[in-house]
């Protein structure tokens, strides 16, 4: 009976040694082999370069989803099986010993088959090693398999603590847009109405969280009249003068206004256009008790604001930052040296990870500076080598998974790595007064401004794809997606580029001026001209007007975007558009 009974604990614990074996084998071959991250990869640059794509956005959120998954599912069959394969051997040794302690010469009577054939020593020795084998095997193949698990794990861990740290500032946009920025935490979420439905996708910096134009917004307004109030959700008087854009964080709208006397950072409630608290920059050690003297047109509240989700930073033409955080208590306050530069300060405000990024293109020394979001102590800073001063806004961008920080000068395009300052290359193309930033799509850099040239840089290391000097911006920004560069001049004409070959694809008159920079939202390019009438055109090589309406209000400011609303600075006021009931 007791031989009968390890007989058969043996006949199936070696079953078991070899199903988990084959298993353990058959998982190193598809661990090796699987590019399911790589492939969340390139749909992530893909969705970068195609600008916003809600469908190709749901894929990476799925195929994302599936590639944890297989993750962890690997990882949780190679733990399994180890442990099973080990307990099998044990059991299998165990069985085997107690089976044969009594059986060390064949007995002359007849025996049953499965114990005649059990018992015979070459035969014992042929189970035994063809067990331990298949037992050896699959262990060698789990520790094979090892590494991969670890790379991967590694690699999703790299990628988390990279996005924790980079996009918290852009949350944006292309692919940060669609992770960062739409899982960004929102601001006083807990204080707004069960009853107000607050979107997850932020506008966190001047034209969007990356500073690139470009907005995973869905639902969009394409039509409004603020004469017979159509759409439009709430307006009010701009509450001081300034040409800053608005952001937005959850429920709450924040900008900036300054003059001779004051210099205050607002904010206000998405969803009614209520107040909700205003914060100046008074007292703050080092701040010119007299403004350095700005143009009409530009003013001392020129920069637009940055939030994460956590803090709000403001810059103004004083050389005073501020940052609260998101109940507008002040955190801290700090002058980084009075401004000395023609028109006034105009370079707007990026936040990357817990650093506040300042283009400081000053006439006595250009810099660039990142100050602690903590602390507002500065945590580096670089001297730009820039002949004359810029009003460009930096911008960040993602090159072979690495942050680039990028400015416009005058001559130079620099790439700087954010955590540190230091220079990644530098390359001399620009000319006059840079003001419009940069754009970015499918792995190119572009930049354009007037009495210089539109060009294409490879990112990588700084060399030149192109150039081409019609239509060049003066004030706003161009933007890319994929395979066109669309700009806007300040003499009315729009233009797209093929974004490999620079050559002119589409050119259209429109007899207005342009300072707003386009923004692209949901296959549609966004720009309103400086007489407040509003084009929206189809995000497209050759594109078209698909809308085309007067506000009746001069707009100076980029708009901002969030679902189902957009919220726009006119010279006179500040308002909600939404999409109809």
């Keep these: 009976m007791k031989k009968t009974i390890s007989r058969n604990i043996a006949i199936v614990s070696a079953i078991f040694i070899v199903v988990f074996s084959v ?10 082999n699987t590019d399911a991250l790589e492939m969340v990869e390139r749909l992530k640059l893909a969705h970068e370069e195609l600008g916003e794509n809600p469908q190709l956005q749901e894929q990476i959120r799925e195929l994302d989803l599936l590639a944890r998954r297989a993750h962890f599912i690997s990882m949780g069959r190679l733990r399994i099986g180890v442990v099973l394969l080990l307990f099998m051997v044990v059991i299998f040794a165990i069985s085997l010993r107690i089976y044969f302690e009594k059986s060390k010469d064949i007995p002359d009577k007849n025996l049953d ?10 035969t014992r020795i042929f189970i035994v090693w063809i067990t331990s084998g298949l037992a050896v095997s699959g262990l060698v193949f789990a520790l094979l398999t090892s590494p991969y698990l670890k790379n991967l794990s590694s690699q999703k861990a790299d990628e988390t603590e990279y996005l924790a740290q980079d996009f918290s500032a852009y949350e944006t946009s292309d692919f940060e847009d669609s992770e960062q920025a739409e899982e960004a935490e929102t601001a006083d979420t807990a204080a707004t109405s069960e009853a107000i439905q607050v979107s ?8 969007g969280n990356r500073s690139l134009g470009l907005s995973s917004a869905r639902n969009v307004p394409t039509s409004w009249n603020l004469a017979t109030g159509q759409n439009i959700l709430w307006r009010i008087p701009s509450p001081r003068k300034g040409y800053n854009s608005p952001i937005i964080n959850g429920n709450k709208v924040f900008f900036t206004g300054a003059d001779e006397n004051v210099r205050e950072l607002f904010c206000f409630e998405l969803s009614s256009g209520r107040m909700l608290w205003r914060v100046a920059a ?11 003297a700005t143009t009409d047109d530009t003013g001392l509240g020129a920069p637009t604001a940055a939030t994460n989700g956590r803090v709000v930073c403001a810059i103004f033409g004083t050389g005073d930052v501020i940052c609260v955080d998101m109940d507008g208590n002040l955190l801290w306050a ?53 002949r004359n001063p810029s009003w460009s806004s930096p911008v960040i961008i993602t090159v072979e998974n690495r942050p680039q920080l990028i400015l416009i000068g005058n001559p130079g395009v620099t790439s700087y790595n954010p955590n540190n300052g230091a220079v990644n290359w530098r390359v001399q193309v620009m000319a006059g007064e840079p003001a419009p930033a940069p754009a970015f799509a499918n792995g190119v850099l572009f930049v354009a401004t007037e009495y210089a040239t539109m060009t294409a840089i490879n990112p990588i290391d700084g060399s030149i794809l192109w150039q081409n000097n ?14 066109f560069v669309f700009v806007a001049t300040s003499y009315g004409v729009v233009a797209s580029f093929d974004a490999q070959t620079g050559e002119l694809i ?19 390019i966004y720009l309103i001209c400086t007489r407040g ?10 594109f078209r007007i698909i809308n085309s309406f007067d506000t009746g209000e001069r707009t100076y400011a980029t708009p901002a975007f969030t679902d189902r609303k957009i919220v726009i600075r006119t010279q006179n006021s500040i308002y909600c558009v939404k999409v109809p009931e």
Excluded: C
Excluded at 508 to 524: H, I, Q, R
Excluded at 533 to 542: D, G, K, T
């Design 23 to 32: 298993m353990l084998v058959t998982n190193y071959f598809k661990v090796s």
């Design 113 to 122: 088959p499965i114990d005649d054939w059990a018992i015979q020593s070459r």
């Design 200 to 207: 997850n996708v932020t506008h966190n910096a001047f034209r």
């Design 282 to 292: 008074t007292n703050i050690p080092g701040s010119p008790s007299r403004p350095p």
């Design 334 to 386: 700090r002058n980084i040296g009075v401004p000395d530069i023609s028109y006034g300060l105009a370079s707007s405000l990026l936040i990357f990870g817990n650093l506040l990024i300042i283009q400081y293109d000053t006439r006595n020394s250009p810099r660039v500076m990142a100050l602690d979001l903590a602390t507002g102590n500065e945590r580096w800073s670089v001297s730009r080598p820039e």
């Design 470 to 483: 019609e239509y060049l911006p003066e004030i706003s920004s161009p933007v890319a997606i994929r395979d």
């Design 506 to 524: 589409k050119s259209m008159e429109l007899n207005t001026d342009f300072n707003v920079s386009p923004m692209v939202v949901e296959g549609k």
């Design 533 to 542: 009438r509003v084009y929206i055109l189809s995000a497209q090589r050759e």
